[in-house]
């Protein structure tokens, strides 16, 4: 399930980042960054998953906290 989610995500942030490097419209960056959010929410989930008790995963998890963070952030002043 976890893998299925992780390919969905990256094609989504792949195909949201080119469509707003090749338009040069960057109206669907929060798009992009939430759903990378969530990438990386489901990245540091699947390291936890997987019994390493490494700290991949938690960074993985910090970072989409953050980047949850600045999609809030910003969409307030937009």
Same mark, same amino acid.
Do not use: H
């Given at each position: ?7 969905? =995500?990256?094609? %989504?942030?792949?195909? &949201? /980042?080119?469509? +707003? $490097? ?5 109206? @669907? =960056?929060?798009? %992009?960054?939430?759903? &990378? /959010?969530?990438? +990386? $929410? ?5 390291? @936890? ?7 991949? /995963? ?21």
């Amino acid at each position: 399930m976890l893998k299925v989610l992780r390919i969905i =995500l990256s094609m %989504s942030v792949v195909t &949201l /980042g080119s469509y +707003s $490097l090749i338009t040069r419209t960057f109206d @669907l =960056l929060p798009y %992009s960054l939430l759903s &990378l /959010g969530f990438l +990386s $929410l489901v990245v540091g989930l699947n390291e @936890l998953k997987k019994d390493k008790k490494t700290f991949w /995963g938690y960074i993985n998890i910090g970072a989409s906290a953050f980047v949850f963070f600045v999609v809030i952030y910003t969409s307030q002043f937009s």
